[in-house]
């Protein structure tokens, strides 16, 4: 297993540019089997859950590459229909598929996805509301069998605005004859961000980004070049890993308005942001003061991707924070970590209380999520003496190449095999 070791204490500057984002990405690679002609998407993350969703495509029959940060694929005239049960748990987004395979094929056969253990994430809207659109579900213990001869345009209103859930009933609906309503929806930029890519292959989405989004059916898609949305949860990381340290650094290829709940959380007196275009520079110097309450909530609320790095940030700052995570109950485990290495942290269910010490100590950590494992790093970059992070295969899933990006803005960081 790889590991990162980080010598701390190194104020971060330089520029670096953003990547398209992860959690858009892999939704348009699943939505891209819904036309037969070629999808490329381009600036894309050579990360780990990339290239597993690239193999699942290929399983399914798709002609896929990726060179240069631009994914190819092209999908054949008779699509496998069941995804297979080893590449499917291992990725959660893996799910993303459903819709669109329904769309292509009238049926699918599913396993429950894996992905990180951050707490449950049940199916069970997206299949509630595929069900009120007439598609026909078994579930077994360890698969999902649909079939959607039958299904039709509706309304469907979702228990909670799912993102995933979300975007499966968009891609499940675009060929259904008539008018379908989604209510409820998740109004996250990914979500416009699919709307925008299917609009310019011929469908016919209004909505995107508000709580209601309708969809007319259209009898066929045909292929795009398309460029995601900047990966708003890198750019934030990254954002904090500079407020951590001190330094300026110079972001480019951001969206200034998908951070703003970020942003108006971060300290006012001692990190600065001037904005120029797609580009947003980090300024910071001196012990920041805490914030005194975040909580997670969907777009365009406080983002939970984003929850445990800021909970590293609140470690080192003066004074006491609450943080309140409302999307996923197992969350914390990088709070344990960052204990070892001197963080004052106690949780309660779903409550973090944090009192901000001095300096943290370099220890040996392990990151057990995506997002919990990039917070173990900025402790890292600013804990005294060497920090090793193990267990960073879930780094790799979300954040290309580390360690090459904190080296080029002058961390002490190195990963070992």
């Known amino acids: 297993m790889a590991s990162f070791v980080i010598g701390g204490g190194n104020k971060l500057a330089g520029s670096m540019e953003i990547k398209s984002a992860k959690n858009s990405v892999l939704v348009l690679m699943s939505a891209s089997i819904l036309t037969q002609e070629k999808v490329v998407l381009h600036n894309c993350p050579d990360i780990t859950d990339v290239h597993k969703m690239l193999d699942i495509l290929a399983s399914l029959g798709c002609k896929v590459s990726f060179v240069g940060g631009d994914i190819q694929i092209v999908s054949p005239t008779h699509l496998k229909t069941e995804i297979n049960q080893a590449l499917a748990s291992s990725l959660r987004s893996s799910i993303f598929l459903l819709g669109a395979l329904l769309s292509r094929t009238n049926k699918g056969k599913f396993a429950y996805p894996g992905g990180c253990n951050i707490g449950a994430r049940p199916v069970d809207i997206h299949l509630d509301g595929l069900r009120k659109l007439g598609v026909r579900i078994e579930e077994g213990q360890d698969y999902i069998l649909c079939d959607s001869k039958r299904a039709k345009s509706g309304y469907v209103k979702l228990a909670l605005p799912s993102v995933g859930a979300t975007e499966n009933l968009i891609m499940a609906s675009v060929f259904l004859q008539g008018k379908t309503i989604i209510e409820n929806c998740a109004m996250e930029p990914e979500i416009v961000d699919l709307q925008d890519m299917l609009v310019q292959m011929g469908a016919k989405i209004k909505g995107g980004g508000t709580y209601r989004i309708e969809i007319e059916g259209v009898d066929s898609l045909h292929g795009v070049d398309f460029t995601p949305i900047p990966d708003r949860i890198v750019a934030g990381t990254y954002i904090i890993a500079t407020a951590m340290t001190g330094g300026e650094v110079d972001l480019g290829n951001v969206r200034a308005a998908h951070l703003d709940s970020l942003i108006s959380k971060m300290p006012k007196y001692t990190c600065n942001f001037i904005y120029k275009d797609d580009r947003i520079i980090v300024q910071s110097g001196g012990r920041h003061t805490n914030a005194r309450l ?124």
């Open 294 to 417: 975040v909580e997670t909530w969907y777009y365009p609320y406080f983002p939970t991707d984003l929850q445990t790095q800021f909970l590293a940030l609140q470690s080192i700052g003066k004074g006491v924070c609450m943080i309140v995570e409302n999307i996923f109950e197992a969350r914390y485990s990088a709070a344990l970590e960052l204990v070892k290495m001197g963080a004052d942290i106690i949780v309660r269910d779903r409550v973090a209380v944090v009192r901000g010490v001095p300096k943290l100590n370099g220890r040996d950590v392990w990151a057990s999520d995506l997002r919990g494992g990039a917070s173990l790093v900025l402790g890292g970059l600013v804990a005294d003496g060497d920090t090793i992070v193990h267990d960073i295969f879930h780094i790799d899933r979300g954040y290309e190449d580390m360690a090459k990006v904190l080296q080029g803005l002058g961390a002490d960081i190195k990963r070992i095999e």
